[in-house]
Structure formats: structure tokens, C-alpha cells
């Protein structure tokens, strides 16, 4: 049975190509992956893995609960079928045509296939796969519409290797937006929309945020950084973890990202971001004079002295050093500590104070010396691991549980900063330690809440 779609001829390079619109149960049906344009078996049986992951976690979700579910436009080669397109003349004289114009480069009509061709997905293997498997789930979409780009495809080995070309140039040079850029322009992700509005109204944040989309660090020897204590990205990483104990404490997963709360959830996790960033940089020592404006984060980014002055090198420049807190490292480590905290029932509010009074906020003193800086350098140093080893310090600290002996927590600290001596915060007395602990026990095992 002959099959007839709506279509705009059109060219570039050496592809003739036809865009259409088709029903999503259609596509459901007809259209296949690209499984015969990969010659390896094994590689096609990974890709498919990976798609599948994603389709499952994600878009089948989107099409199902999104009522602004949209997609782009699908492109699809076509095997058999003995494609014919035939232009649909315009009527002479009306009104919506130029006559000057010429009537050729409209290129819109009917393609007509005979009713045996095969469509493959060259570009949109993750979209079809969640419109098949949305599909199964509520067969109301089937009535759907979707942008079909239709290419040619011949059954021979120049037509094979063509059209395999064309989808790796598809796949292999489609890029994605930046984590940067999402951050910047996701309506779905709360914890992006909460940190844009975050730096948009609150007037101490959008101050000290720096709006750069590509980095997550604040360079020491670039000017126009000094008035800033974060970039975006990492500003967003922070509120990620600190989201993390809203409420005692939940999961932020890639579900949580894709759906966006309602218009009160996410007032309400503004306000709680924007009460602990506050609260933290309020009670930061050296902070005053950044918030009152009479000193740059750049300025508390250097090595001071007893009395608060600058140290100065040989040379009569200033060496690096200064506040943690003035450093994106040093909010993703104090973020991880307060998720801990509020996980495991505490206030947040009483453990930034006893953090702020107790542990050296100066990064040239331990626990942050020779672990995430070295002072010879004067550069951030360490990793993930370094961080975690330093707020299971701090937790430790303030008697929370942790997921590592005493003992195996000295010791790892001693072994990263080459001293057998080195010993760990001692412990603070604060309104969340645990009554009649035992602070001597460095056998005890303390198992994560978070």
C-alpha cells in the first residue's frame, strides 16, 4: 500500500534530503536503530547499553510526566520503498506568492513510497528508543508529532559506507551544551534555577558569584576575579550538597534535576540556601570587611600576619595564602560537613558557629596546609580525595559519624601531610556532640548517615 508524507525538498553538500512530520506511533512502528550501519556487533551491542541507561532514567520519564515534552527533529535514512517526489504546484496569481520570485526553490509536495521502505535512525537513537518505550506506557502519544529528517539510503557497499559516515559525523560531532551553559539556561534542574536566583537577588551573593560558565576556580592572578569568592558552576555544585540536607536529607538524582518542583518547593529551597550562605559568610573570620565593602575577596586571598597585615616575598609581593573560605574548595569541603550535619539531625545554624570559632579558617594552618595547599607553591592542591579526608576532620571534630576509624583517619592525615605527629582537630564542644561520648576510643568506627 502506497504511502504518501508531506514533505520540503532541500539540499546541502552532496545529500538531497526531505523534512517531514510524522506521528510518533508511526515512528514507533517503522523506524529502526542504526543496528546494520555498524559493522561491529559488539560495539553496536554497547552502544545500545548506553542507551538504554539513559532512555530509561531519563526521557521516558520527560514524554510521560512533561506536558512541554518537545523534541528536535529526528534524521532517518530510508531503504526501499522506491521513493517519488512531487512538487505541489502553487496556483498562479495568489496572493502569498512573489511572482518575481522563483516558484522552484519552494521545494514543498508529496514523497511517495510504495509501502516497502525501511527507515533507520541516523541521528535520534536515544529519542526513538524513549518514544517506543513512552509509547508502550500511554498510547495517547502515539498521536504525537515529531520533525522527521529523511535521507536517501542505497544498499551497496559506497551507499553502506555513505551513510555509516554520516552517522558518526551526526554522533561524533553533535556537542552538547556545557554544565556551564546548563546551569545558566535549564528551567527544570531546581538546583540551577534556585542558584541563578540565588545571584540575581540576593545582593551579598550576585557580589561575591563570578559569572563565568567555563571555570569553576578563581584564578589568583587574574584582576578581574579578585572581587569574587566562587564561579557558577561551583557555586552550584555547593548549593547541590547543601540541598543535600534539606529536610533531614534527601537524594539529588538525575530524576530530581529533570522535573521541575513547584513554584513553593523551590522558594523554599531558596530560602534555605540563601539563610546558609549568609549565615556562614557573616560568620567567616576576615568576612566583615569583604560584606561592608571596605576589602575584595582578592585581599583575604593572601598570607597575613598577627596584627592582619599582608606578608610580603623578597621581592615586596604579596604571598598567596589567607582565607579558605575565599576559595571555591573551601565551600565544597564546609558544604559536605553541614550536609552531614543536617542529615544526621543537627542544627546547621549552631554547626557554622562552632566551626567558624574552631577550626582556622587561615589556609596555611592545618587541616588545610600541606593537604589542599601547599604553602611552598602557594597553589590548591589534592582532589576529592583531600577534601573528603579533610571534612571527615572536621565532622570527627564535632562528633558526627563518619564512615572511617579514628584511628585510620589520624593516620591517613599523618601520612598526607609527612608528619607522624600530626594530630587531628580537637574535639568541639557544641550543642550537636553526643552525650558521654568517648573522645579517647580511636578503635571506634563511626558509619555514615549521608
Not at 553538500?13 to 510524522?22: A, C, L, R, S
Not at 516558484?103 to 526513538?128: K, M, N, T, V, W
Not at 537577588?201 to 563565568?212: C, G
Not at 593516620?411 to 564542644?429: C, G, H, M, S
Amino acid at each position: 500500500m502506497a504511502d504518501y508524507v508531506p514533505a520540503l525538498k532541500a539540499q546541502m553538500g552532496d545529500w538531497q534530503y526531505y523534512v517531514t512530520v510524522m506521528k510518533l506511533g508511526k515512528i514507533a512502528r517503522e523506524c529502526r536503530r542504526a543496528d546494520e550501519i555498524h559493522a561491529n556487533k559488539d560495539l553496536d551491542d554497547l552502544i545500545q547499553r548506553e542507551i538504554q541507561d539513559r532512555v530509561r532514567k531519563e526521557m521516558v520519564p520527560y514524554l510521560l510526566n512533561e506536558s512541554q515534552r518537545f523534541y528536535g527533529a529526528l534524521v532517518v535514512a530510508v531503504y526501499g520503498g522506491d521513493p517519488e517526489f512531487s512538487e505541489v504546484k502553487v496556483k498562479d496569481g495568489h496572493h502569498l506568492i512573489d511572482d518575481n520570485e522563483d516558484r522552484s526553490s519552494y521545494g514543498f509536495g508529496l514523497l511517495r513510497f510504495d509501502g516497502s521502505q525501511i527507515y533507520y535512525a541516523l541521528d535520534g537513537q536515544h529519542r526513538l528508543k524513549s518514544i517506543q518505550e513512552a509509547i508502550a506506557q500511554n498510547a495517547d502519544l502515539a498521536k504525537e508529532e515529531i520533525t522527521v529528517i529523511i535521507l536517501k539510503h542505497e544498499n551497496t557497499k559506497y551507499g553502506l559506507e555513505r551513510t555509516r559516515r554520516l552517522f558518526s559525523t551526526l554522533n561524533r560531532r553533535a556537542k552538547p551544551t556545557s554544565s556551564g551553559m546548563n546551569i545558566a539556561i535549564d528551567e527544570d534542574d531546581a538546583i540551577a534555577i534556585v542558584s541563578r536566583r540565588l545571584v540575581k537577588e540576593n545582593d551579598t551573593l550576585k557580589s561575591l558569584v563570578l559569572p563565568n560558565l567555563s571555570s569553576k576556580q578563581i584564578s589568583p592572578t587574574t584582576k578581574s576575579h579578585d572581587p569574587y569568592i566562587t564561579t557558577l558552576p561551583s557555586f552550584y555544585e555547593t548549593n547541590e550538597i547543601f540541598l543535600g540536607a534539606y529536610n533531614g536529607g534527601f537524594d539529588i538524582d538525575a530524576k530530581f534535576k529533570q522535573f521541575r518542583p513547584s513554584n513553593d518547593e523551590l522558594d523554599d529551597y531558596y530560602s534555605y540556601l540563601e539563610n546558609i550562605w549568609i549565615q556562614v559568610l557573616e560568620k567567616c573570620p576576615g568576612f566583615d570587611a569583604v560584606l561592608k565593602g571596605r576589602r575584595k575577596p582578592a585581599d583575604i586571598r593572601k598570607r597575613m600576619d598577627a596584627d592582619g597585615a599582608t606578608v610580603l616575598d623578597d621581592s615586596g609581593k604579596p604571598i598567596a595564602g589567607g582565607n579558605v573560605f575565599a576559595r571555591p574548595i573551601g565551600h565544597s569541603i564546609l558544604a559536605s560537613v553541614l550536609k552531614l550535619v543536617g542529615v544526621q539531625g543537627k542544627s546547621i545554624e549552631h554547626a557554622i558557629d562552632a566551626i567558624m570559632t574552631h577550626v582556622p579558617m587561615d589556609i596555611d594552618k592545618a587541616p588545610w596546609v600541606r593537604v589542599i595547599w601547599n604553602p611552598t607553591t602557594q597553589r590548591i592542591i589534592g582532589g576529592k580525595s583531600e577534601k573528603a579526608l579533610i571534612a571527615s576532620m572536621i565532622s570527627h571534630a564535632l562528633g558526627l559519624k563518619i564512615n572511617i576509624k579514628v584511628r585510620e583517619l589520624k593516620q591517613k592525615y599523618r601520612d598526607t601531610v609527612e608528619d607522624f605527629r600530626a594530630n587531628l582537630i580537637e574535639p568541639i564542644d557544641w550543642s550537636g556532640r553526643p552525650i558521654n561520648e568517648n573522645l579517647d576510643d580511636e578503635d571506634s568506627e563511626y558509619i555514615s548517615e549521608g
